[in-house]
């Protein structure tokens, strides 16, 4: 088994605005290794969010290829892309994107609950509300869970999405500037967060637009004028 | 799973599902009223033109009627006793109805029945009004007048021993004290015409005299009114009876040869006594029919075995023979039975049936007594589809109106459907949670629509007497003119089951463009921004 978990190569991804065409990434290439913690930095509207959909097959690209294990995710059927999304990666989004109207427990569990029929979801049902409980506690929201996002902070949403993100124990996790919306203080915290879990063992990829969060990662990449230079190793 | 999930959350966190709620269960409501008001109507009228006749029905072509009906009836009880429980002939005819105290004239239908056998066959007895309260004292045969003894010194009055006797009777199967003395604080009237503008509730009239009770004047053959056919009613639907039972009555009929000519004798007048009025709940009936002893009219029509001038006698004749099928038989065999013995009694009928007899045999037919109430019932049923049509039709608008509320869910719910699908839920997946959804609001909107529209239903006349309380104007069911007291208060199951059922399916239909606009968002847009 190859080191390497996550290859895009010459990724192209432009929009029509009107009549001109706005070409964000012009061939964009990157690897990721199971375990690394990979920051991808940028200025705002360089096209990092773009490029984090895609890695995360939310969205598809002009040109290029990303595989994950090896496998070319563009050329799958849209289930086996769907089972991805859901399985093989955690997204987590700068403004947290929760569902309004349920719990924090329920938010989190909405993505195991995604995957299974009434019938199957009777026997999972136990293991899974134990598991996000687990998790909420584990991003210290234990006390929290039957908050609805409205009665929790920005940092506290911020928890439950990266619970979310890694309930269905996702080998990748994708981050879009995660502490974007957060102070300094809870940004740390949740930065703080990442670096544990990614101690722990977990592979994540992270964009952002500030080098001070960049840090912590073990490698940085450069995302400028649609195409990608290294920024820098592991000062570690 | 996540879509019954989902779907039950937003069901009872979102204020828009309220008004989803609301509008299925005004309409679940407002049709169900609607069927179940106009249902019952149809179904008391069905029920009430049913009680005049009788299953099957044989009926002559014609208002001389139709020979051989005594023969028929022995045919049918020797060869067909497994289906038939009573027969029994009739004659309509028409006359007019004379009030000789009042001078008062009227057209009536005359019906010639024999009393007791037409009993049986059908529902008239219930509605004979006399009868209720002293039950076997109606009588069509000869009979005088009871006049009721008043006392002078007590003022009170007592009633021939007979007729005491009998609604001693009445008391005891009724029971219920409340309503006996309802019935005794009601006054006797000794003669109450010229119509008098006493404000009471003439219930029963009874001529009365000082002394004791006693039968009095020549004896005549009895007649039952129909109940609005000297009556008038009072607000309360009840009847103004202003005549004393026994009171004088004469009908006038035109007898008519078999061929149907004039006999050119002068018109029959036929002095009766009021026995009874009926009330069958069918005013074209009510306002019309006033009924005789089936023999003493046949003669008096002529219509009875006469002399002939070459010697011999014409068959007797009736215009329709009533055929009371047994119990559990159904309607459309018993028909199609009674249809095969007729033609077989005609074959067994021979030679030496008189040539005008057999062109009038040749016009009866058998009806069940659905066909020959058709046209009655065949208006209703008509309007009850018109209006069940108009209010689908506005049920119609609500299935729009759904539609625009889950397209404004849809709308408000982008991001979330932007989630679901970055969470791996398939665009399938997202259209069905909105059509569970909506399957959710129109099982929640129907079942409340039902228990609505039932409560409405039952209390309905409770509803429109607080109403026309309020102003009178608002009074829309009034008893003189539908000839029933109350306003149907029945809610068929089934008409709730089907209401409710293409209420869901209704609501489901609604949400499919928004659930097939749910299912194309795309993710990385809906997500782009806060
Ligand atoms: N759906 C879209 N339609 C048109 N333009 C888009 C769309 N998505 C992104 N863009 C444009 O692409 C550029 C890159 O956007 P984005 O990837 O969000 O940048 P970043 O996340 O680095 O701030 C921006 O100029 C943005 O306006
Ligand atoms: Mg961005």
């Known amino acids: 088994m190859s080191n390497e978990m996550l290859r895009a190569k010459g990724l192209h991804k432009s929009y029509k605005m009107g009549r001109s065409v706005v070409r964000v990434l012009r061939g964009v290439s990157l690897s990721a290794k199971r375990g690394e913690f990979l920051a991808v930095m940028g200025a705002s509207g360089s096209g990092k969010s773009t490029l984090l959909h895609l890695l995360g097959a939310l969205d598809l690209p002009n040109r290029g290829t990303v595989e994950y294990e090896n496998r070319d995710l563009f050329g799958l059927p849209r289930s086996a892309r769907r089972a991805y999304c859901n399985r093989d990666v955690g997204f987590v989004f700068q403004f947290y994107h929760l569902l309004p109207e349920l719990n924090a427990l329920e938010n989190v569990l909405i993505a195991r609950l995604i995957t299974h029929s009434a019938g199957s979801w009777m026997g999972a049902r136990r293991q899974s509300r134990a598991d996000a409980g687990e998790l909420l506690e584990r991003v210290g929201l234990k006390d929290r869970a039957r908050h609805r996002p409205s009665e929790l902070s920005g940092g506290e949403r911020q928890r439950v999405a990266i619970a979310r993100a890694l309930v269905n124990r996702p080998a990748l996790l994708l981050a879009d500037e995660p502490t974007g919306n957060l102070d300094a203080k809870i940004g740390g915290e949740i930065m703080g967060l990442l670096t544990e879990l990614n101690e722990a063992g977990q592979t994540i990829i992270m964009v952002t637009h500030d080098a001070q969060v960049a840090s912590r990662a073990h490698r940085r990449l450069q995302l400028s004028d649609g195409v990608m230079s290294e920024g820098g190793t592991d000062r570690r | ?530």
């Open chain 2, 1 to 530: 799973m996540y879509k019954w999930f989902l779907a039950w959350r937003y069901l009872h966190t979102k204020l828009i599902a309220f008004f989803g709620v609301a509008s299925v269960m005004l309409c679940v409501a407002m049709v169900l009223v609607v069927m179940s008001v106009m249902g019952g109507f149809l179904d008391t009228v069905r029920e009430r033109s049913r009680g005049m006749l009788s299953d099957v029905v044989l009926e002559a072509g014609s208002m001389q009627g139709f020979p051989y009906y005594e023969e028929f009836e022995t045919y049918v009880a020797k060869h067909m006793s497994d289906i038939v429980a009573v027969t029994t002939p009739t004659i309509v005819n028409y006359g007019l109805i004379r009030v000789p105290d009042t001078s008062q004239t009227k057209p009536a239908q005359i019906v010639g029945v024999r009393l007791n056998e037409y009993c049986t066959i059908n529902d008239f007895k219930g509605g004979l009004h006399y009868e209720e309260y002293f039950p076997g004292t109606t009588t069509l045969a000869k009979q005088p007048i009871a006049v009721a003894g008043l006392d002078p010194n007590t003022e009170k009055l007592s009633l021939p021993p007979e007729l005491e006797a009998a609604n001693r009777k009445w008391q005891e199967s009724v029971g219920d004290p409340e309503e006996i003395e309802k019935y005794e604080s009601l006054p006797y009237a000794t003669s109450a015409f010229p119509k008098t503008a006493a404000p009471y509730y003439y219930d029963r009239v009874f001529a009365a005299d000082i002394g004791e009770p006693k039968y009095e004047g020549p004896e005549h053959m009895g007649l039952i009114v129909g109940s609005d056919v000297l009556w008038d009613r009072d607000k309360q639907g009840g009847f103004k009876r202003y005549l004393a039972r026994g009171t004088r009555l004469a009908l006038t009929v035109l007898p008519l040869t078999p061929s149907g000519t004039l006999t050119g004798e002068p018109p029959v007048r036929i002095p009766l006594r009021y026995a009874d009025d009926s009330r069958t709940g069918i005013f074209e009936i009510d306002s019309m029919c006033v009924y005789v002893d089936f023999d003493m009219l046949q003669q008096k029509l002529a219509m009875d075995a006469q002399e002939k001038i070459d010697g011999g006698f014409t068959k007797p004749r009736a215009k329709q023979l009533l055929i009371g099928l047994k119990e559990g038989v159904d309607l459309d065999e018993g028909w199609a039975r009674v249809q095969a013995g007729w033609l077989n009694f005609l074959a067994t009928l021979g030679p030496n049936v008189d040539d005008g007899d057999m062109t009038r045999l040749g016009f009866v037919d058998v009806y069940t007594w659905e066909d020959l109430q058709r046209p009655l019932i065949a208006a209703i049923e008509k309007e009850k589809v018109l209006v069940t049509i108009l209010f689908g039709l506005i049920s119609l608008v609500a299935i729009v109106l759904l539609g625009c509320i889950f397209y404004m869910i849809v709308e408000k719910k982008t991001k979330d459907i932007g989630i679901l699908k970055s969470l791996g839920a398939s665009g399938r997946g997202v259209a069905g949670l909105f059509v569970v959804y909506a399957a959710a609001i129109g099982v929640v909107g129907a079942a409340l629509g039902t228990l609505l529209g039932s409560a409405f239903v039952w209390n309905i006349n409770t509803i429109q007497d607080k109403l026309a309380q309020l102003n009178p104007a608002l009074k829309v069911w009034s008893p003189d003119v539908y000839s029933f007291d109350k306003i149907p208060e029945v809610v068929k199951q089934q008409d709730a089951m089907w209401i409710a059922i293409v209420a869901v399916i209704a609501s489901m239909v609604g949400s499919l463009i928004p659930a097939f606009l749910a299912a194309r968002v795309w993710p990385v847009k809906a997500l782009r921004y806060e």
